[in-house]
């Protein structure tokens, strides 16, 4: 991916549109470059206060995006943009278009169902939208159809360009899953940090706090491989929407082409006859009147 930059970021959120694939490879991008969150959540605040009118809420999708796919490689997104997303609603509320309210309540009921908060920021928010009145509780059904349609509330989603897949087919060459030495490591912990029927060798204190380390290694090891395992499962499933995306638009494009390619063998057609035809009739016109 591109080098970070607050400008690079300025630019990136200035070309930001209401689509689903605008919003994911953006939320790609800022996710990959989490070790500026501060910086990140405090430009996109500022550029939020900057936008258009019709672009404000894309940003609180956006935000959201973040927010929810950022929380299995850390939680470097959900603490550095709590301090800013109660004032972000109510400016979204407050300046954004005309009924963005139903939108903002969508982003709230996924954050409470999730617990992305603690609930007295959430609170905060819901005072945000409804004052003292609570937010209606959602069916399971309809959080899980907002995961499938959420980034794309006006416009269709874009077709990736060859470059993204590339880069994105790139970066999964150095996933977690392909990190053979790792995993040789784990394979190899001793069985007493795994099998809590072997304790009872443990006689006296040395051995045991020697176990321990052990134990926290392990638990280390472990639970940073199932992060990055995560994180590279929410990358495969991220690249095959965008796969099964530049699929439909090669499949789209195949059929217009094939379409052109027909309507053009019949302009090839009549103009072939009618060359045909100019010749023939050319062969049978007198010399004299051919030549003038």
């Known amino acids: 991916m591109s080098a970070f930059s607050e400008a690079a970021l300025e630019k990136k959120l200035s070309e930001l549109s209401n689509s689903q694939q605008s919003v994911q490879t953006l939320s790609l991008w800022l996710i990959h470059h989490r070790k500026h969150s501060r910086t990140i959540v405090n430009v996109w605040f500022n550029e ?44 979204v509320f407050r300046e954004g278009e005309e009924g963005c309210k139903k939108q903002l309540g969508r982003v709230l009921s996924i954050w409470q169902e999730r617990a992305v908060y603690e609930s007295k920021l959430l609170d905060q928010l819901s005072q945000v939208l409804y004052g003292d009145k609570k937010a209606k509780k959602r069916s399971y059904e309809e959080i899980q159809q907002d995961d499938e349609d959420f980034a794309s509330q006006s416009s269709p989603a874009d077709p990736p360009q060859t470059a993204e897949l590339i880069r994105a087919l790139q970066e999964l060459e150095n996933a977690a899953s392909g990190d053979s030495a790792l995993r040789q490591r784990i394979s190899s912990l001793p069985a007493e940090v795994q099998d809590t029927s072997l304790l009872h060798r443990i006689t006296d204190k040395e051995s045991g706090e020697r176990l321990s380390r052990l134990v926290e290694e392990a638990c280390m090891l472990l639970a940073d491989y199932s992060g990055r395992l995560a994180a590279e499962i929410d990358d495969r499933r991220q690249l095959t929407r965008t796969l099964t995306l530049f699929l439909q638009s090669q499949k789209d494009g195949l059929a217009q082409n094939e379409q052109k390619l027909e309507e053009y063998k019949r302009k090839l057609g009549r103009v072939t006859q009618v060359r045909k035809e100019l010749r023939s009739r050319l062969n049978n016109l007198p010399e004299g009147l051919y030549n003038s």
């Open 48 to 91: 939020l206060k900057k936008a258009q009118v019709s672009r404000k809420l894309t940003f609180l999708y956006l935000a959201n995006d973040v927010i929810q796919n950022s929380k299995r490689k850390g939680p470097e997104f959900t603490q550095d943009f709590a301090p800013v997303i109660v004032d972000a609603f109510k400016h």
